[in-house]
């Protein structure tokens, strides 16, 4: 870890990330930054695992980074079958489906500002071990002044740390769909998750068919006001 912490400060931080998952001992880590708006931006992404866990996320609007990020504390599940149901409903049956077994997040934390979440995930239950949890408290404390130096909220745009915007299709196809149906971002995004959910989509590739115009979402019927035939003439 001592190594890892080392290559955070280089410019080649996004394969040290990567090389944290062996001494963490994970299947999978993400590191998330807020980004000012309702979604928060994945800076990087070891691979499906992680990339399929970050898009449940985003797509369903719930889940133990969200709730890190807002309260800017550690969320650490051990096991996710035994998680209450009224908590993340959705999500624990979709990330079980997708292999998802414990997760743990670590708030990016400057005073009481929260820049982000590191986001461990693993393929079997149980929690980290005394030594590991000492280890991501580091790996936090170096990836937070990393995040820092981007801005915040996400100022300057991540490709000039040769990150790409993960979301960029969402955040745009929520304007897009934010003027077609003359609704705020909130609520376009709402029913953007609502289209992607009900039809077995994620959210990135329903933002992608919007962005490319192969998909337009249809505005909602007016809501019908029940007449009493009493008040009939």
């Not at 409903?89 to 990016?108: I, R, Y």
């Not at 030594?131 to 820092?148: P, W």
């Not at 505005?219 to 029940?226: D, R």
Request: charged share 20%.
């Amino acid at each position: 870890m001592a190594e890892i912490l080392r290559l955070l400060q280089t410019d080649d931080w996004s394969d040290a990330v990567a090389d944290a998952a062996e001494p963490l001992g994970v299947d999978g880590i993400s590191v998330s930054a807020s980004s000012g708006s309702d979604v928060n931006e994945i800076l990087w992404s070891s691979g499906a695992l992680s990339d399929g866990f970050e898009d449940l996320q985003v797509t369903l609007g719930q889940g133990p980074g969200l709730d890190s990020l807002a309260a800017g504390t550690a969320v650490r599940i051990h096991d996710l079958t035994r998680v209450r149901p009224d908590r993340w409903p959705a999500l624990v049956v979709e990330a079980t489906v997708l292999g998802v077994q414990a997760v743990f997040c670590f708030p990016l934390r400057i005073g009481a500002i929260t820049l982000g979440v590191l986001t461990l995930v693993r393929t079997t239950s149980g929690p980290l071990t005394s030594a590991q949890g000492d280890d991501a408290s580091a790996l936090v404390a170096a990836l937070t002044q990393r995040v820092l130096d981007l801005g915040f909220p996400l100022l300057s745009a991540p490709e000039d740390e040769g990150l790409p915007y993960h979301y960029a299709a969402l955040h745009q196809a929520t304007g897009m769909v934010s003027a077609q149906l003359s609704v705020s971002l909130a609520e376009a995004l709402l029913r953007l998750r609502a289209h992607a959910y009900s039809n077995g989509l994620n959210l990135t590739d329903t933002a992608q068919d919007i962005v490319a115009r192969r998909l337009r979402l249809a505005p909602e019927p007016p809501q019908m006001t029940a007449v009493d035939d009493a008040d009939e003439d």
